[in-house]
């Protein structure tokens, strides 16, 4: 049986804030966004602060690392052509580090509230009558399809976004 020694990556992500407190229950996605998008930049910075924290956590004995999050490693096909750019930026963002992680040996688990939305989520459901957790069926087997080489999923169950949130995906409390 593996014994995973898991870190959560979320400082990698963590862009100096413009607000005066940083929620660190989750990436602040709408500070590395810029206009919909994902500035090369800032993308630059987390790579490059990411691999320093595999390997600073590697030396404390760390074998595991859990990033941020599913909604924004997945492309459904109801989304808006900008929400699809928008993944598509995290996607190249996604699979450096994913790569840096293979190269460490550091396994790799993805985040996820129980659930998050978007209108563009919240319309699918709606006009196709689908259940949440089919929805949430369907999100976790694109995501190992698109993503074979993760380890597995951490599920939040209970959380929903505070007030203090903003960006293309929130989470809500369905359960």
């Known amino acids: 049986m593996n014994q995973f020694y898991i870190?959560?990556?979320?400082?990698?992500?963590?862009?100096r804030s413009k607000q005066e407190s940083i929620n660190w229950s989750k990436v602040n996605?709408?500070?590395?966004?810029?206009?919909g998008r994902i500035n090369f930049t800032v993308s630059e910075r987390i790579v490059s602060r990411f691999e320093k924290f595999i390997l600073k956590s590697k030396a404390l004995g760390y074998n595991s690392v859990s990033i941020d999050d599913v909604a924004h490693m997945i492309m459904l096909p109801c989304y808006s052509t900008s929400t699809t750019e928008l993944l598509k930026d995290y996607s190249r963002l996604y699979t450096q580090l994913f790569s840096i992680a293979k190269k460490y040996n550091i396994s790799v688990f993805i985040n996820t509230d129980y659930l998050f939305f978007n209108d563009d989520i919240r319309r699918y459901i709606t006009t196709n009558h689908i259940d949440v957790s089919d929805f949430f069926l369907e999100v976790l087997t694109l995501l190992f399809k698109a993503t074979p080489d993760i380890s597995g999923v951490i599920l939040l169950i209970g959380?929903?976004?505070?007030?203090?949130v903003s960006g293309t995906f929130l989470s809500s409390l369905v359960i």
């Open 159 to 164: 959380e929903n976004d505070g007030i203090d």
């Open 7 to 15: 870190i959560d990556a979320l400082g990698a992500f963590t862009e």
């Open 29 to 35: 996605f709408q500070d590395i966004e810029d206009e």
